[in-house]
């Protein structure tokens, strides 16, 4: 075996809500907002509804294969070719979606708090961190994750109570006042993020207690709901249907904040809440990519490809899309319907083994 760490079902729990909930603190109110206007914080829920679906069956074929990961069984599924085919995509899966984030992260750095720096540096330096950790293997990313995430919970949490001074709470009103429609509509990129639960397939077969695994996907995916429709929440009783024009309405919440002479100007504290769960999020994508990359090859060490791949990554991180409006614009259309071909995909895997387990029985 490739990689001979090993995590636990919580651990596992801490890298797929860093998947989700990071980018949503930052992008849902925005996006969603466009579509759901002051029912945006229902998005999240009706998105994580449909969304369970997809992690049940990731879960159950995972279980399917307790050994193997997405790159093996694929092939015992659909075949030599097909089967390498899709495991070339779930790479490529890795490495777009590492990119996205770093591009994201880069945006976000340069407009909110280094903003003479060039996105280069901060993407640069980032990518460097990211590679060490993932060379240290899988163990050592549960282990950031258990480590920095829960402090990010409580700061979030520190954050919203420091805001309810400044709430507003009739901007919610009236609820779904243009029927459930607009809601429903600001769902649907939320609900392409869960095509991240596709690398179940790859982190499951190193989960040490794989039993308890379904009771923290839950968990985890409550806990992603609750983040999403919170910050959405938080960002319509401040700014009610002008939250759809900031470019990252939770900053501005961060920015309202302000309590007596002694507490100002929190800013700072917003990096304590998203730049650890963007890093374990960055770290979980290129380990995908690194690992699903040298079992494709054939390889018995993953870590020489580490860092080409992250330098990869680097370079498309720079040649998207120039400025924040058009990138966000294309975080709403093309990446939504790249993560949905992926929820098809794997949809297509869960069927193709259920399928065959019932053939197979006497």
């Known amino acids: 075996m490739i990689e001979k ?152 949490g520190l954050l919203i109570i420091l805001s309810i001074p400044e709430w507003e709470v009739n901007n919610i009103l009236p609820i779904m006042g243009n029927g459930i429609v607009p809601s429903l509509k600001g769902a649907i990129t939320p609900l392409s993020w869960f095509a991240g639960y596709i690398m179940l397939g790859l982190y499951f077969p190193f989960v040490s207690n794989q039993r308890k695994t379904t009771a923290y996907a839950i968990l985890t995916w409550f806990g992603i709901m609750v983040t999403l429709s919170v910050s959405g929440l938080i960002s319509i009783f401040l700014f009610g249907k002008h ?15 302000g309590f007596g002479k002694f507490i100002q100007h929190v800013d700072a504290l917003l990096l304590i809440v998203w730049l650890p769960g963007t890093f374990i999020q960055l770290t979980s994508y290129l380990y995908t990519a690194s690992l699903g990359a040298s079992q494709l090859l054939g390889l018995t060490q993953y870590r020489q490809l580490v860092l080409p791949i992250g330098l990869i990554t680097l370079v498309m991180s720079m040649w998207r899309t120039s400025g924040i409006d058009k990138f966000e614009t294309y975080l709403g259309t093309s990446q939504v319907i790249f993560d949905f071909f992926y929820i098809a995909l794997g949809l297509l895997l869960f069927i193709t083994a259920w399928i065959r387990k019932r053939v197979k029985r006497p």
């Not at 990961?69 to 495991?87: C, D, F, H, M």
């Not at 024009?245 to 309202?256: G, H, K, Q, W």
């Open 243 to 257: 939250v759809s024009t900031l470019n990252y309405p939770f900053i501005e919440v961060v920015r309202y904040i």
């Open 5 to 156: 760490g090993k995590i636990s079902a919580a651990q596992l729990g801490l890298l797929f809500y860093s998947v989700m909930a990071y980018d949503g603190i930052l992008y849902i109110p925005k996006i969603t907002g466009k579509e759901a206007g002051h029912d945006l914080w229902l998005s999240p829920i009706w998105a994580h509804l449909l969304g369970l679906l997809f992690v049940l069956a990731m879960l159950r074929l995972s279980s399917m294969f307790p050994k193997e990961t997405i790159i093996q069984y694929s092939e015992r599924l659909l075949g030599n070719w097909p089967g390498k085919a899709v495991g070339l995509v779930v790479i490529l899966y890795g490495i777009n979606l590492t990119s996205v984030v770093l591009r994201e992260f880069g945006d976000f750095i340069s407009a909110v708090f280094l903003r003479k720096t060039p996105p280069f540096i901060a993407i640069g330096g980032i990518v460097l961190l990211v590679t060490y950790a993932v060379r240290g293997g899988l163990e050592v990313l549960g282990r950031l994750a258990q480590l920095f995430l829960p402090l990010t919970f409580l700061v979030f």
